[in-house]
């Protein structure tokens, strides 16, 4: 079965910093990898989406993801953190002979400070 | 129009109550979802219509019921809930069922809280 690990519950950050939030998959063939973001008490919006080519993906928001097979990640990073960016991050993946149906990680909450 | 819309925005009901929560999308997509937010927990799926049809049922209890009108619109029936069931409920859709590329679009979701 597929499965998605964030290994990090809370990231902080400092504004203007540097982000990496990590994700890891556990899946045979190539999954259908996604990011979202949720603001408190909001909806899920999707940052961005890898299905195939170019491994290096980019977003809504400034942000840019990685897939790396031999490592089966699917790294999130950002330049330069702004306080709005302050969210739960969630990672999901779909696989093709699944039902496809996402699985979410357990998500990754960003704390900015100024 | 590109958005999934959620009413009401919060719910507060008794044990004993009867109420609904209704999502509603326009951009001529076929799959229709319901998911369950506890805090600081990813969404847990509960319910997935294909086509105007119930495809999925994550083993949900009877006291959510879905309804799947039309293809715009998706309901979900709530009727003598206990206090856990106070979440965020959101609804979701896809262009296709069955497609691993097709993104979900989220609603804004609706806060329940059952006293």
């Known amino acids: 079965a597929q499965s998605v690990t964030q290994p990090d519950i809370h990231i902080t950050v400092s504004e203007g910093a540097s982000l990496e939030l990590r994700c890891n998959y556990s899946?045979?063939?190539?999954?259908?990898l996604f990011w979202y973001v949720q603001s408190p008490g909001q909806g899920l919006q999707l940052l961005l989406k890898?299905?195939?080519?170019?491994?290096l993906v980019q977003g809504i928001k400034g942000f840019e993801a990685e897939f790396k097979r031999s490592q089966s990640s699917f790294n999130l990073r950002k330049p330069s953190v702004h306080w709005s960016d302050a969210a739960e991050y969630f990672c999901?993946?779909?696989?093709?002979?699944?039902?496809?149906?996402?699985?979410f990680g357990r998500g990754t909450s960003l704390i900015v400070h100024p | 129009d590109t958005e999934v819309t959620q009413t009401p925005k919060h719910l507060v009901m008794g044990m004993t109550n009867k109420k609904s929560l209704k999502c509603e999308q326009h951009m001529g997509h076929r799959a229709m979802y319901w998911y369950k937010q506890k805090a600081k927990k990813p969404p847990e799926l509960m319910f997935v219509y294909s086509y105007e049809k119930l495809s999925i049922n994550e083993s949900v209890p009877s006291r959510f019921s879905p309804e799947c009108p039309n293809s715009s619109l998706l309901n979900l029936h709530l009727h003598a809930l206990q206090p856990e069931d106070s979440a965020l409920y959101l609804c979701?859709?896809?262009?296709?069922?069955?497609?691993?590329?097709?993104?979900?679009?989220f609603g804004p979701g609706t806060r329940l809280t059952v006293l």
């Open positions: 979701a859709s896809s262009l296709l069922p069955g497609q691993g590329d097709n993104e979900q679009f």
């Open positions: 890898y299905f195939s080519g170019d491994t």
């Open positions: 899946y045979g063939a190539t999954p259908y």
């Open positions: 999901a993946v779909f696989t093709s002979g699944g039902s496809y149906i996402p699985t």
